[in-house]
């Protein structure tokens, strides 16, 4: 049967409206998702800071109790290559929808178990270690989430818009940042220290079940990725692809982790290590400091689109490169300030940081994802991504608050800033600027990676 031109007519318009309804449908699931998911992550986070030290190490002092609480942090981290690799495995032979609804539902359950645990003072030393095995499970899901929210966007949508279409994950952080924060925020300002400490801080991690049913539904509702199905289709996907993206992309894999080193690192100085520095000055409560996180957080909403869109027109590596170089030159002011400014300094100091944070991660999700081939992407990409988080991201708070104890002074903190720009810029130089690169090609890389 051939078709008449009116017929084939209507045929194109049905596929482009079913199109850009499943562009909207994936863009939506992908920040979504990264929003429960760092919702979760930025609740461990703030009570990591003012809650976790007096509850699950209450026999430590404030430095010792601060540090434990920190290691916590940091095992999260250490587990989300691990994360990378398993669904990166799963989401390179099976798909991306499948995957990213295991990892929704990893991370809501650990973070709403978390709200319910008991402290040391109630069941001993078993309260630390479910801590840690609930963080450990938080980072594996992490770990799996974010290269298949970015590339679920990235890979439906206008190849000519990667920028704009992979930060809506992005986007997912600030908004969860905002929500996270902003309840500990609430809540701090509302309730008594006691009531918050005893069970305030317990709601938002039981809310996380709540957002989960919503992710849930959103993502149930997307199909697969053109890219991904049609490499279903040629039958192209790897049985080991893991191992062979590390085989044959370990280059871009190392220079992807070593770009997120002054995104990533100072990031969680800016949001979660201020909190415990800050406040130790008097004049300065929990509440302000939220407050001042939470703005920059809203802030960074409108610049990681601004931000990304910016680079599918000039470019990834210019962008991202200011950004990196911005965050090294407001290494030290940023703490003169923390340390002898007013309220109004500090205010200005946080969003700012943010700022230069923004200027990095909008691009990064299309910079990084762009640099592996369709049926090596979610692994590769994961894989870069994550690693990061085990030398930048993960000690961070850890290493800040061992090196004011050790030197005593916060520039030591700021020279730790300025290193990790330096890591970054030279990784950026190095990594192909592949804005304009037709990435449903894989010969393309294919033949780059001989």
């Known amino acids: 049967m051939v078709l008449g031109d009116n017929e084939v007519s209507q045929s194109v318009e049905a596929s482009s409206l ?4 499943q562009v909207r449908r994936a863009a939506l699931a992908g920040s979504i998702g990264t929003t ?6 930025f609740l461990y986070n703030t009570a990591a800071a003012l809650v976790f030290p007096h509850l699950f190490f209450p026999a430590s002092s404030g430095y010792a109790g601060a540090m434990q609480s920190f290691a916590t942090y940091a095992v999260g981290f250490a587990a989300r290559p691990v994360g990378a690799a398993i669904f990166g495995h799963w989401g390179d032979r099976l798909g991306r929808k499948a995957t990213l609804i295991v990892t929704l539902l990893l991370m809501g359950l650990s973070s709403a178990v978390v709200g319910v645990l008991p402290g040391t003072d109630s069941i001993g030393f078993a309260a630390p270690l ?3 095995l609930l963080r450990l499970v938080q980072g594996i899901a992490i770990g799996g989430e974010w290269s298949g929210s970015v590339l679920l966007a990235m890979e439906w949508g206008d190849q000519r818009k990667r920028g704009l279409l992979a930060s809506f994950a992005q986007v997912g952080v ?3 940042l905002v929500l996270g924060t902003g309840g500990m925020t609430l809540l ?4 008594t220290t006691e009531q918050f400490d005893s069970w305030g801080w317990r709601i938002p991690f039981l809310l996380s079940l709540v957002l989960v049913i919503i992710g849930l539904v959103i993502r149930l509702r997307i199909l697969e990725t053109p890219m991904f199905a049609k490499v279903v289709a040629d039958k192209k996907t790897s049985k080991a692809p893991v191992k062979d993206a590390v085989r044959h992309h370990w280059r871009e ?3 992807s982790a070593g770009l997120r080193f002054s995104e990533q690192m100072p990031f969680y100085l800016f949001t979660s290590y201020v909190l415990v520095y800050v406040v130790e000055r008097p004049e300065f409560s929990k509440t302000f400091v939220l407050n001042a996180v939470l703005v920059g957080a809203v802030a960074e909403l409108a610049l990681i689109p601004l931000f990304s869109q910016l680079s599918d027109r000039v470019g990834r590596k210019r962008v991202y490169l200011t950004g990196s170089v911005l965050t090294a030159v407001i290494a030290f002011p940023y703490f003169t300030i923390l340390s002898h400014g007013g309220h109004t300094l500090i205010f200005i100091a946080v969003i700012v940081s943010l700022a230069a944070h923004a200027m990095q991660y909008g691009p990064q999700a299309a910079l990084i994802g762009e640099s592996f081939p369709t049926h090596l992407r979610y692994g590769g990409a994961g894989l870069g991504y994550q690693l990061a988080s085990v ?8 290493l800040a608050t061992w090196l004011l104890h050790l030197t005593g002074t916060p520039y030591s903190v700021s020279i730790y800033i300025v290193l990790s720009a330096v890591v970054t810029i030279l990784c950026v130089i190095a990594l192909p600027d592949r804005s304009k690169a037709n990435i449903d090609d894989a010969s393309v890389y294919l033949r780059s990676a001989r």
Do not use: M, Q
């Not at 079913?18 to 309804?21: G, V």
């Open 18 to 21: 079913h199109r850009r309804i």
């Open 36 to 41: 429960i998911e760092w919702y979760d992550f």
């Open 130 to 132: 479910i801590l840690v």
């Open 174 to 176: 600030p908004v969860g």
């Open 188 to 191: 701090s300002a509302t309730l």
């Open 253 to 255: 894999i190392l220079l």
């Open 391 to 398: 030398f930048a991201g993960g000690p961070a708070p850890l």
